[in-house]
């Protein structure tokens, strides 16, 4: 992977700032609760913050403890995470993975990836079954406050977009990519991620970008190659 250039650095750099001005201040507040950001973004999978928190507060009240949860007939953890959608391949993922989690640790306890260095940390989460690089970089941003980037559809499509990227670049490698641009400062990371997603909902949206009002249009790949301002 090219090593990214000062240039680059200091264009994603005056993105994010503008970004965090726009729709911020975003300011990182982890949470501390490793598995319980582990969960609670498998739940988030293809479904809305609304029905994500939802799924969530039904599944600690049917199973209040995370044994409780694996010893379940996954059927009934379905029903409780019915309003998430994709309840049938949710419900097995979260006990799959609790259980391995307890296979290793001998309990529940995640705390020990804030100490280990980030790859190793991301390295152990995405060695779970069903735990991809962006759940992962969820659980070691929101929770431990360590900087990995999640690429979610938003970010992935405004890094590719603005050039951030290389055309064609993959999730994966837009994480690594978009990390090493940002530097090692965990708040940087986590209010350029906020950003890009709020101004992927608001202005630069999958189908319909709305370029002619973009903050970011004189600093974007997309417009320059596709300018095209309505009547």
Known sequence: MPTPTPDLRLRFASIADDLDAEYGPFVLH????????????????????????????????????????????????????????LANQKAPRIQGVLEEIRERTGGFDLGFLADLPLDEARAWLTSLHGVGPKTA??????????????????????????????????????????????????????????????????????????????ILKDRCDYYAHHRHDPD
């Open 137 to 214: 970089a969820c659980v070691l941003l929101f929770a431990l406050g360590r900087p990995a980037q999640p690429v979610d559809t938003h970010v992935h499509r405004l890094a590719l977009r603005i050039g951030l990227v290389p055309p064609k670049t993959t999730p994966e490698r837009c994480e690594s990519i978009l990390e090493d641009l940002l530097g090692d400062n965990p708040q940087t990371t986590y209010a350029a991620h906020k950003g890009l997603i709020a101004h992927g909902r608001a202005i630069c949206q999958a189908r319909t970008p709305r370029c002619p009002v973009c």
């Open 30 to 85: 982890p949470n501390g609760a490793p598995l319980e950001e582990l969960v609670s973004t498998i739940l988030s999978q293809h479904t809305s913050d609304v029905n994500t928190a939802r799924s969530w507060a039904s599944l600690r009240e049917r199973f209040p403890t995370w044994d409780a949860l694996i010893a379940a007939n996954p059927e009934e953890v379905a029903d409780a995470i019915r309003m998430g959608g």
